[in-house]
Every structure is written in structure tokens, then in C-alpha cells.
């Protein structure tokens, strides 16, 4: 059965101050890897999928990266409207499999 | 491009009572589509998927059923409601296998049953 464990379960940060999210993960097969943004009250919106390990995507403060067994998301110079959750997800074809989230909070 | 429409965006409902949330997908054809569901503090579980009308695959046993009437169209209900039903319902759609596994989410229909 896959399973995707999220870490930190929250995070607080200063404008400006750089950190990473971790996203383990166990699969049969991976076929995927994505990462999500969520704000309160709102459907997740997708960022990024990630295929094989040495993968990388960007999108302006954001970089995912994936290994064997996990990814991160680094967060570069984060500004007070990067606070959400990240949600990672894992499988793809029909089904996705989803870590609890990391909740970000940048403060000015 | 393609959207999606998913209401009502809030509900309150007794205990016993029925339950019927509407989902709708605009700018593609044939996709996949989802219901979700999130509890506090709790990853999205995935309820109920299709991949065509009329073809409906459920993950989790429980009072709740789905239906796809038409293509683009995805109903989430239930006949009586139970407090353990509340919670934040997503629906989402992907486009066809195999495609590339993204899934794309509807805004949420927050369910709470009293």
C-alpha cells in the first residue's frame, strides 16, 4: 500500500528566511510524485509532478526535488503570501495518495 | 481551458437527512473525476472515482454513493446523513489514462451534519 508521511506538521517562518519541506514515501512502483498548495477553505492547487529520482521543477520561490524515497520542497526567500499547506501526493492513473501536509506560515 | 464547478459550497444538515453535492467539469472531455474527502487534521481520502458515465469505482465502504450522469457531471449522495459524514468534500478530475496523473480540484463543498 503506498504511504506518504509529511514533516514538519507545521512550520513557521520570517520573510525571507529559506527552508525545505520533506515528503517520505513508500510505493509499490512510483509513478509519480506531486506537490500541492492549499489555502484555507480552498481545493488544493497543484504545483508540480515529479517523475524519476534527480528530478527538479521550479516555480518561483519554489524547487521540488525527488530521490528514491523522497522529495523536498525548498522554499527560497519566502514572502507572507507563500503561507498555505503543501500536500504531497503520491501514484497517479486514478488514484493519488495523500500525506497529511505541511502548514507554512510566513510571517513580515 | 478547462474549469470546475463544484456546490453547494456550504451545508448544514441534520442527522437522517439526505445528501446530494454536484460537481461539473467544463473545457474537456471523457476525464477521470473524484470525490474526495478531508477531515481536520487528516490526508484527502479518495471516495468514489470514474473514468466514464455510468462507471463508478468506491474505495471506502460507507453510506455515501456516487453517480455520473453525463460526462462531465459527478454527484456525490447520501440517503441519511451520519455525523462522521462531516467534513470537506472535493471533487477533481484528471485527464483520461493514462494521461499524467495530475488531479485538478474543485473549490469544496464544506458538509456539516448536526
Known amino acids: 500500500e503506498d504511504q506518504v508521511t509529511q514533516s514538519p506538521e507545521a512550520l513557521r517562518l520570517q520573510e525571507g528566511e529559506s527552508s525545505s519541506l520533506n515528503c517520505s514515501y513508500t510505493v509499490s512502483g512510483l509513478r509519480g510524485l506531486f506537490w500541492y498548495r492549499q489555502d484555507p477553505g480552498k481545493g488544493p492547487e497543484f504545483l508540480f509532478t515529479?517523475?524519476?529520482a534527480g528530478e527538479e521543477k521550479e516555480k518561483e520561490r519554489l524547487k521540488a526535488t525527488l530521490t528514491k524515497k523522497e522529495s523536498f520542497l525548498h522554499i527560497t526567500a519566502p514572502k507572507p503570501e507563500d503561507s498555505a499547506t503543501y500536500l504531497c501526493a503520491v501514484g497517479g492513473f486514478q488514484k493519488l495518495v495523500f500525506g497529511t501536509g505541511t502548514r507554512l506560515l510566513v510571517s513580515p | 481551458s478547462q474549469t470546475i464547478h463544484q456546490w453547494p459550497a456550504t451545508l448544514v444538515q441534520p442527522v437522517g437527512s439526505p445528501l446530494s453535492l454536484e460537481c461539473t467539469v467544463e473545457?474537456?472531455?471523457?476525464?477521470?473525476l473524484y470525490w474526495y474527502r478531508q477531515a481536520a487534521g487528516r490526508g484527502l481520502q479518495l471516495l468514489f472515482y470514474?473514468?466514464?458515465?455510468?462507471?463508478i469505482s468506491s474505495e471506502v465502504p460507507q453510506n455515501l454513493s456516487a453517480s455520473r450522469p453525463q460526462d462531465r457531471q459527478f454527484i456525490l449522495s447520501s440517503k441519511k446523513l451520519l455525523l462522521s459524514d462531516s467534513g470537506f468534500y472535493l471533487c477533481a478530475w484528471s485527464v483520461a489514462t493514462p494521461g499524467t496523473g495530475e488531479l485538478f480540484f474543485g473549490e469544496g463543498s464544506r458538509l456539516t451534519v448536526l
Open positions: 515529479l517523475y524519476s
Open positions: 473545457g474537456t472531455s471523457n476525464p477521470n
Open positions: 470514474s473514468v466514464g458515465i455510468g462507471q
